[in-house]
C-alpha cells in the first residue's frame, strides 16, 4: 500500500540529486543560493513499467530530465538497476532519466509545480474494462486537470493503447477538455518522439510482436483566453 513509499510534501522536496547525480553533485547546495536556475524534472512517463521509453528518450533529449513513475515495487527496482548499469557501461549518458515508485494518481502535484512538464506518457495503461473501474483509469476528466496543471502551455501529453475501447476513452476526454487540444497530423509525423511510443515500450513491443493494432492521442496543452 502507498504507506510503504516516501511522498515528497511537495515539488521542493523531490530529492533530485539522488535521482540526477551528475546534475545536482551532492556537495552543492540545492537551495536559495539565488545562482543559475536548477534543471528540473520536463519529462514524466507515467506508468513506466520496465522504462523502454525513457532509455529511448534519454539519448535523443540529453539535457532534459525525465522521470518514470512506477506503482509496482520490483518493477521499479529494475528500472532503477537498469538505469544505473546503463549509466555504468556508457560513462556520461543516462544520466537524466529516472524513476520513482508512486502512485501517480494521486501523487501528481507532489511531485510537479505547475506549468513544470514539458512532455507526460501514458503509454500502454491498463484497461480498467469494467464501467466501474473506469475511476481508475489513468486518464479521466479529473486527473486532466491535474495534468494541465503541472504542464507548460505547449507541452504535449501523449498516450497509446491496444485496448480500442480504451484509447477511444482517452482520445474523447481529452477532446472534452478545454486545456488540450490535438496536435495536427503533420505534425506527429514529424515528431521523432512518436515512433518511440510503440517502438521503445516494453508493452508496444509486445503488441507489435503480436501484431496488434494501436491507437494514438496526442494532444497540447493550450491556454484559455482568460488563463
Ligand atoms: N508504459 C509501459 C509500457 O508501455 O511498456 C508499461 C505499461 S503496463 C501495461 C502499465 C504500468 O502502469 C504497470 O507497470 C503498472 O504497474 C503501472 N501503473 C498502474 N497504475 C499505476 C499508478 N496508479 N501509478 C503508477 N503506475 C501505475
Redesign the pocket.
Known amino acids: 500500500s502507498d504507506s510503504h513509499f516516501p511522498i515528497p510534501i511537495s515539488p521542493d522536496d523531490v530529492e533530485l540529486s539522488q535521482h540526477y547525480p551528475r546534475y545536482f553533485p551532492a556537495d552543492k547546495d540545492e537551495h536559495g543560493d539565488g545562482e543559475v536556475a536548477a534543471p528540473r524534472i520536463r519529462f514524466a512517463?507515467?506508468?513506466?513499467?520496465?522504462g523502454?521509453?525513457l532509455v529511448g528518450l534519454s539519448p535523443i533529449f540529453p539535457d532534459k530530465l525525465m522521470i518514470g513513475?512506477?506503482?509496482?515495487d520490483k518493477?521499479t527496482e529494475y528500472v532503477k538497476e537498469r538505469v544505473l548499469a546503463l549509466r555504468a557501461s556508457n560513462p556520461g549518458q543516462y544520466d537524466n532519466i529516472s524513476v520513482v515508485r508512486?502512485?501517480?494518481?494521486k501523487y501528481i502535484p507532489n511531485y510537479f509545480r505547475k506549468a513544470q512538464l514539458s512532455k507526460m506518457f501514458f503509454?500502454?495503461?491498463?484497461p480498467h474494462f469494467k464501467e466501474k473501474n473506469h475511476r481508475r483509469r489513468?486518464i479521466s476528466m479529473q486527473l486532466l486537470d491535474e495534468y494541465a496543471y503541472v504542464m507548460e502551455v505547449g507541452g504535449i501529453i501523449y498516450t497509446i493503447t491496444d485496448v480500442e475501447e480504451l484509447g477511444i476513452w482517452m482520445r474523447s476526454c481529452l477532446e472534452k477538455h478545454s486545456l488540450f487540444e490535438a496536435v495536427p497530423d503533420e505534425e506527429i509525423k514529424v515528431d521523432p518522439v512518436v515512433k518511440l511510443l510503440s517502438t521503445a515500450?516494453?508493452?508496444?513491443q509486445k503488441v507489435a510482436r503480436n501484431g496488434g493494432q494501436t491507437f494514438q492521442a496526442i494532444f497540447r496543452r493550450i491556454s484559455l483566453q482568460e488563463e
Not at 512517463?45 to 520496465?50: A, E, K, L, N, Q
Not at 508512486?102 to 494518481?105: E, I, K, V
Not at 503509454?123 to 491498463?126: G, Q
Open positions: 512517463d507515467v506508468g513506466c513499467g520496465f523502454g521509453l513513475m512506477e506503482l509496482r518493477v508512486t502512485n501517480s494518481m503509454l500502454f495503461p491498463d489513468v515500450t516494453e508493452e508496444g
